[in-house]
């Protein structure tokens, strides 16, 4: 049945008819009907018959169910149908006082062989309907099997349907065949009454107010509800993540937030509802109780701050006049009394947040520094509650001779095209040329020569000769398990910049950096057998480094059409170079084109053959590249086709960027909140 016809409404209320127990009996058992034999139409226009105002007066009335050769009590026989008419038209007005006061009615029609109904000239239900135009020759599609069936169709929101006052149910039995011995019909109508009382919540849990853990909230309503979603629910401005449902109760999980004031309130535009028919909306307002449309709480936490990373680390330091401290969440009332070496308090001490505060000390004599936190030091966390921290001493030997080992950056991606170890974007290698274990407790990676400290190394160890890959996405993950990628709080500058690791030393110094020049796709930029920096043209992360590399750069692409708006025609675009020998890769779906490799990204969009014709809306990227040397910038032109004038005025910006970008599983776009923001899509 067409779905728009299930979805019509009766909502026929407060008529003189029978109450049921759970509504009304709007047709029922034993109905008085008219009718008319399906000898010749039954009005002209055809369909006039299912209108309320038609005049049928001129029919016969007979009481349900109508039939012909079947065993039944009562009603009405058909008994000259067989092989004179296929069908009967039957009709019955009924009246209703407020059909706003009633939801679902359940159509009821046992019919052998089908039917099709009609509530005010509404179609909204049928049986083995012929696709054909209804005519009082037309038939049933096929044999309804015996025993014969109750065929029922629920009627939702029909109020737009029924009319205060008279209604009409109209039915056209249908038989298979003209000569078919028997014939049935039957048919009843009911209507639940509306309910009118929305629905309510009964219990948040946890209750608004302080608490000491919070990822889910459990939210009860009053009655069965209906179109409760994920991401219906609010948490300091991200929908929670998951959802689970049992009878009234719905529990809404989230990440846990950060300590403080947290937000809720339930979605703009949510599409909750009770399971009336229709549904009562949910409608939460107010400003007190559970009713209310928003709530807090304060995430209290009970846990006092620790130190996250200390610099000199305990044990062996090849110098000593500053302390550098991370903690692991923001802290106050720190002075440079809190903390002494060999029982003298620093001089100054800087800092802010979480770190890194610098301790300064007059430089002591090589051998054993205690470093001890003063009894009454007043650091604590910014809690409601303010956490005290608890200090612990550790100890350094320092020797002028002590070196943490023999780690550098050994190669590096800044324009990374290609998916290593199944992540996409910029990685840096990191080789340990020792020939012992070195711990990386400590170290750091930066790209800003005034923060060497920008982002500290997961404690794990690299083996002797070992080479250890770190993503550069901006994406802040620290994993003490090789098996793990980590991802730095910063993203390399395909324009170049500066890169340095630095050492667990305070001061801290680099040991291995490099003010590195203009990057490319599909290419490396690392350290050669001669310990000399230089270009790779096939990448190695996690290996040693490559022999090939390539020197001077293919020109860029030249586009013979600048960007811009074009007429409706049909108009060529062609793309060249002035590096001989060169290869053109374009893309027209704003795409990133890659020339070389076998991954995933490393070979996208055509190869150029001739002239790209331009039929639509256009994004062109275009990379030109050649063997043993750097492939070309990439330029992008949109062009804009068959626009109207009066669109052509505005200003236009085109803001391009990969499909995965915005689409992909870490897409901006995806929903129901992206995995990526702020620096990690930041270039």
């Not at 779905?3 to 003189?16: D, G, H, M, S």
Request: hydrophobic residues 35%.
């Amino acid at each position: 049945m067409n779905k728009r016809l299930l979805n019509l409404a009766v909502a026929l209320a407060a008529l003189a008819a029978p109450r049921l127990a759970n509504g009304i009996d709007l047709i029922k058992e034993g109905a008085v009907f008219k009718y008319h034999k399906g000898t010749k139409e039954a009005s002209s226009p055809r369909t006039a018959w299912t209108k309320v105002d038609f005049d049928n007066s001129s029919w016969s009335r007979g009481e349900t169910p109508f039939f012909n050769n079947e065993k039944t009590n009562g009603g009405t026989e058909l008994g000259d149908m067989q092989n004179k008419y296929s069908t009967v038209f039957l009709s019955r007005k009924f009246r209703v006082t407020d059909p706003s006061v009633l939801g679902v009615s359940t159509l009821q029609v046992k019919a052998d062989d089908g039917f099709v109904a009609w509530l005010n000239g509404v179609e909204i239900a049928s049986l083995h309907k012929p696709t054909s135009t209804l005519r009082y020759s037309s038939q049933a599609t096929k044999s309804n099997r015996e025993p014969i069936k109750w065929h029922v169709t629920s009627l939702h929101n029909m109020s737009e349907t029924a009319e205060k006052g008279w209604n009409v149910l109209s039915v056209m039995l249908l038989n298979f065949r003209k000569s078919n011995s028997d014939a049935y019909l039957d048919v009843r109508l009911s209507a639940k009454e509306r309910e009118f009382v929305p629905p309510e919540v009964v219990s948040i849990s946890p209750e608004p107010g302080e608490v000491t853990e919070l990822s889910a909230i459990t939210v009860t309503f009053s009655e069965p509800m209906s179109g409760v979603d994920v991401d219906d629910l609010m948490v300091n401005d991200y929908p929670a993540t998951e959802l689970t449902e049992k009878a009234n109760t719905f529990t809404f999980r989230f990440g846990q937030p950060a300590n403080g004031r947290i937000n809720v309130w339930w979605a703009p535009g949510h599409g909750i509802g009770d399971r009336a028919s229709p549904p009562n909306k949910f409608a939460p307002e107010g400003s007190t109780g559970v009713q209310k449309a928003t709530w807090s709480y304060e995430l209290l936490d009970l846990v006092p701050p620790r130190l996250a990373s200390r610099l000199p680390l305990a044990g062996m330091a090849r110098q000593f006049s500053q302390v550098e401290l991370w903690f692991d969440e923001p802290v106050q009332g720190i002075d440079a009394t809190d903390l002494m070496a060999n029982g003298l308090t620093a001089k100054a001490v800087s800092g802010h947040g979480a770190g890194p505060y610098m301790f300064e000390f007059d430089e002591p004599a090589f051998g054993q520094v205690e470093l001890t936190w003063a009894d009454d030091h007043g650091i604590t966390d910014f809690n409601k509650a303010p956490n005290p921290f608890l200090g612990q001493a550790w100890s350094v030997q320092v020797d002028p001779a002590h070196s943490p080992g023999d780690v550098v950056i050994s190669e590096f991606s800044a324009a990374s095209t290609r998916a290593y170890k199944r992540v996409d974007g910029d990685w840096i290698e990191l080789h340990n040329r020792g020939d012992a274990t070195v711990s990386l407790a400590g170290w750091s990676l930066t790209d800003n020569r005034a923060n060497l400290a920008k982002w500290l190394l997961p404690d794990l160890s690299i083996g002797a000769g070992k080479r250890l890959v770190i993503f550069a996405t901006g994406e802040d993950i620290r994993n003490k398990s090789t098996s793990k990628p980590s991802h730095t709080n910063f993203k390399l500058n395909p324009n170049g910049e500066y890169l340095a690791l630095c050492s667990p030393e305070a001061p801290r110094r680099a040991v291995s950096g490099i003010e590195y020049p203009e990057q490319a796709a599909s290419v490396s930029y690392g350290l050669n057998k001669n310990n000399e920096w230089g270009y790779f043209s096939k990448p190695t992360p996690g290996a040693a480094n490559s022999d090939a590399t390539v020197s001077g750069r293919v020109k860029p692409v030249h586009f013979s059409l600048p960007r811009g708006f074009y007429e409706r025609k049909s108009i060529f675009l062609t793309l060249s170079t002035d590096t001989p020998g060169a290869s053109i890769r374009y893309t027209t779906n704003g795409d990133t084109p890659a020339c070389c490799g076998t991954g995933q990204y490393d070979k996208v969009g055509k190869v150029y053959s001739g002239p790209i014709r331009i039929t639509k809306t256009s994004i062109v990227r275009a990379v030109a590249y050649k063997d043993e040397m750097l492939p070309s910038k990439i330029r992008t032109n949109t062009y804009f086709y068959g626009l109207p004038t009066s669109r052509r005025r505005l200003p236009v910006l085109s803001l391009v960027t990969d499909n995965r970008h915005l689409w992909g599983s870490k897409g901006i776009q995806k929903q129901p909140n992206a995995q990526r923001h702020g620096i990690a899509w930041e270039r």
